[in-house]
């Protein structure tokens, strides 16, 4: 799998999901920092750099993603001090995850900006990755974890609720099933307390 900027399953969930039409940068109690940071575990995940067991997401040996935001997530992975569970992982990397992720797609020409609003360079790429959400069926991996992520976050999707993607990413990626669910639960949470 290509874990460059212009091919990652971050890249296009920031450009189709976590970006607004006008690219700027979703309020914090919007979710959508939840799934920008499942989209960086699941990439881990589909390119074999991460694994979930037992709960925990643990770090695989060997390679590192050529991705400069994946592999600063790795590191922190890699050298945490206790294991830590998926939705732990959902939380701590949302932080400032769109702006490392953001220097990846300025660097390859996609985006260009910087903190909170973004131009997008590259329109075709962007509707690309919109047009994706909406033919799942018979996808990739890659595009089945983007339209749930999607979903998870409230955002549009090919009809599906999160629930029935999670089904289909538990028989390709139980690690990805397990990030999904993570996420899900980090953006009901974040629901609820903007209730109170």
């Not at 109690?29 to 990439?43: H, K, N, Q």
């Not at 922190?76 to 797609?105: M, Y």
């Not at 139980?174 to 953006?187: E, G, K, N, T």
């Amino acid at each position: 799998m290509k874990t460059d900027a212009t091919s990652s399953l971050c890249g296009d969930f920031m450009l189709a999901v976590f970006l607004d039409d006008r690219g700027r940068v979703p309020g914090y109690r919007t979710g959508l920092g939840f799934g920008l940071s499942g989209a960086m575990l699941m990439e881990l995940a589909l390119g074999g750099f991460v694994d979930v067991l037992g709960g925990r997401v643990v770090a695989v040996p060997g390679a590192q993603p050529r991705d400069r935001a994946l592999g600063e997530a790795l590191v922190r992975i890699r050298s945490s001090r206790r294991p830590r569970t998926a939705a732990e992982w959902v939380r701590v990397l949302s932080v400032g995850a769109h702006k490392r992720l953001a220097v990846g797609l300025i660097a390859e020409g996609v985006l260009a900006g910087r903190a909170r609003r973004y131009d997008v360079l590259v329109g075709e790429r962007r509707d690309t990755a919109i047009r994706s959400l909406a033919g799942t069926a018979g996808s990739s991996g890659r595009l089945i974890a983007l339209a749930a992520l999607a979903s998870a976050c409230g955002a549009a999707s090919d009809g599906w609720e999160w629930g029935e993607y999670e089904a289909v990413l538990r028989s390709t990626s139980p690690a990805c099933a397990q990030i999904l669910a993570a996420v899900a639960d980090c953006v009901w949470r974040g629901t609820l307390s903007s209730w109170t």
